[in-house]
């Protein structure tokens, strides 16, 4: 059995709270958009794109710095106090410019932090153990996310679609999230590096081919906000889409320390092979079930998947890049994967608007099954 260490710990219950924040508001925050705002698909699609593709970027320069200054605390701190004090612009907002700056603003603090975090896990594990951590903390995370969907439907129940209240609500997690890291995650200060630099052309063959399928899966791999409009045009109540979202969650948390685990003992390529073909399979399911209980079934098993595609990569980018550069490495891999949503939230809205949301969920589909079909030819020894 792997030991636990005090920092992933701590790492860990800051993402829990983070995420109870973040998911009171993602279940409802499409609804938000087109109930409240009036917004359409393709402007929903922009605002998700733009926020998650600009915020991406920040994902390299913050894993870079954290390489050169040897310090990742820092990044922490400031990626978990920006969504606290960001909280009251969604709750103001009335126009979609304003949802627009609050997801800029609360997707930038991700960026910053994202890539610092993973290199700290990383820095803890080492190739029997890595899959283990990052499989913990990801756990972690969506327990979080448990929790915030639960109180969200709660909240739902008591104070009906009162969403700007609900907003206001999410910046008490959100604070003690910056608490943890704040008060008690303590770290040693390395050496300043005053002559770093780290080129594209340093990393591995590997690493260059698995950040190329990764960004081809990326554009597949549209936001969660589609899927929940999806669900919502198939008549399904706004009170029991947090209870659905609640079952992803459910379903990702338990399965994310599972499959990270089984990826230190059989390897991280199989397991993200099986992820890209079940999110596929789940882009097919959404295409043609018009049926309550089966909508349950995609919701646990886009979970899964989710749990296999987040979890797994990145120990596999921990084994392939040597720890001076894991920074920069996780950096321009989420970067790469930024600006991959950004072009899928765009043409997903697109696609939906002009012609169906079958069109959109096609092609997700076929091009997640492109991706494992290039991880094969890429990896297949």
Same mark, same amino acid.
């Given at each position: 059995?792997?030991?636990?260490?005090?920092?992933?710990? /701590? @790492?860990?219950?800051?993402?829990?709270?983070?995420?109870?924040?973040?998911?009171?508001?993602?279940?409802?925050?499409?609804?938000?958009?087109?109930?409240?705002?009036?917004?359409?698909?393709?402007?929903?699609?922009?605002?998700?794109?733009? +926020?998650?593709?600009?915020?991406?970027?920040?994902?390299?320069?913050?894993?870079?710095?954290?390489?050169?200054?040897?310090?990742?605390?820092?990044?922490? @701190?400031?990626?978990?106090?920006?969504?606290?004090? =960001?909280?009251?612009?969604?709750?103001?907002?009335?126009?979609?410019?304003?949802?627009?700056?609050?997801? %800029?603003?609360?997707?930038?603090?991700?960026?910053?932090?994202?890539?610092?975090?993973?290199? @700290?896990?990383?820095?803890?594990?080492?190739? *029997?153990?890595?899959?283990?951590?990052?499989?913990?903390?990801?756990?972690?995370?969506?327990?979080?996310?448990?929790?915030?969907? /639960?109180?969200?439907?709660? /909240?739902?129940?008591?104070?009906?679609?009162?969403?700007?209240?609900?907003?206001?609500?999410?910046?008490?997690?959100?604070?003690?999230?910056? /608490?943890?890291?704040?008060?008690?995650? *303590?770290?040693?200060?390395?050496? !300043?590096? =005053?002559?770093? *630099?780290?080129?594209?052309?340093?990393?591995?063959?590997?690493?260059?081919?698995?950040?190329?399928?990764?960004?081809?899966?990326?554009?597949?791999?549209?936001?969660?906000?589609?899927?929940?409009?999806?669900?919502?045009? @198939?008549?399904?109540?706004?009170?029991?889409?947090?209870?659905? $979202?609640?079952?992803?969650?459910?379903?990702?948390? +338990?399965?994310?320390?599972?499959?990270? =685990?089984?990826?230190?003992?059989?390897?991280?390529?199989?397991?993200? !092979?099986?992820?890209?073909? #079940? !999110?596929?399979?789940?882009?097919?399911?959404?295409?043609?079930?018009?049926?309550? %209980?089966? #909508?349950?079934?995609?919701?646990?098993? $886009?979970?899964? +998947?989710?749990?296999?595609?987040?979890?797994?990569?990145?120990?596999?980018?921990?084994?392939?890049?040597?720890?001076?550069?894991?920074?920069?490495?996780?950096?321009?891999?989420?970067?790469?994967?930024?600006?991959?949503?950004?072009?899928?939230?765009?043409?997903?809205?697109?696609?939906?608007?002009?012609?169906? $949301?079958?069109?959109?969920?096609?092609?997700? +589909?076929?091009?997640?099954?492109?991706?494992?079909?290039?991880?094969?030819?890429? !990896?297949?020894?």
């Amino acid at each position: 059995m792997v030991k636990l260490k005090k920092k992933l710990f /701590l @790492l860990g219950l800051a993402s829990f709270f983070n995420d109870v924040a973040s998911e009171m508001i993602f279940p409802i925050l499409p609804l938000f958009f087109s109930q409240v705002l009036g917004l359409n698909k393709s402007l929903i699609g922009l605002i998700e794109g733009v +926020a998650e593709g600009l915020s991406s970027f920040l994902k390299v320069f913050s894993g870079w710095l954290s390489d050169k200054l040897r310090r990742r605390k820092i990044f922490l @701190l400031y990626g978990y106090s920006i969504p606290f004090l =960001t909280k009251s612009l969604l709750a103001l907002s009335v126009v979609w410019q304003h949802v627009l700056f609050f997801r %800029i603003l609360d997707r930038s603090a991700k960026g910053i932090r994202t890539s610092p975090r993973d290199a @700290l896990i990383s820095q803890l594990s080492n190739i *029997k153990s890595r899959g283990h951590y990052f499989g913990f903390h990801r756990m972690m995370d969506t327990l979080g996310a448990v929790v915030g969907g /639960l109180i969200t439907f709660f /909240l739902l129940y008591f104070v009906g679609a009162n969403y700007r209240f609900i907003f206001w609500v999410t910046m008490i997690p959100a604070f003690l999230s910056f /608490l943890v890291i704040f008060l008690f995650l *303590k770290e040693k200060n390395g050496a !300043f590096l =005053t002559r770093f *630099k780290i080129k594209f052309s340093s990393f591995s063959p590997k690493y260059k081919k698995f950040i190329f399928v990764s960004f081809l899966f990326s554009i597949a791999n549209f936001s969660y906000a589609f899927i929940i409009l999806r669900t919502s045009d @198939l008549g399904v109540a706004s009170l029991i889409i947090p209870l659905m $979202y609640f079952v992803y969650n459910l379903a990702s948390a +338990a399965s994310s320390y599972f499959f990270g =685990t089984l990826s230190d003992k059989f390897g991280r390529l199989p397991l993200i !092979f099986l992820g890209y073909l #079940l !999110f596929s399979f789940v882009c097919f399911g959404f295409i043609f079930t018009n049926k309550g %209980i089966f #909508l349950w079934f995609l919701f646990a098993l $886009y979970g899964v +998947a989710l749990a296999i595609i987040e979890t797994v990569p990145s120990a596999y980018i921990g084994d392939l890049v040597e720890e001076h550069k894991r920074g920069t490495a996780y950096g321009i891999y989420f970067t790469v994967l930024g600006f991959g949503v950004l072009i899928s939230n765009i043409l997903i809205g697109l696609l939906w608007d002009k012609f169906s $949301y079958v069109f959109s969920f096609s092609f997700g +589909a076929f091009l997640a099954l492109f991706s494992a079909f290039l991880l094969f030819i890429f !990896f297949r020894k």
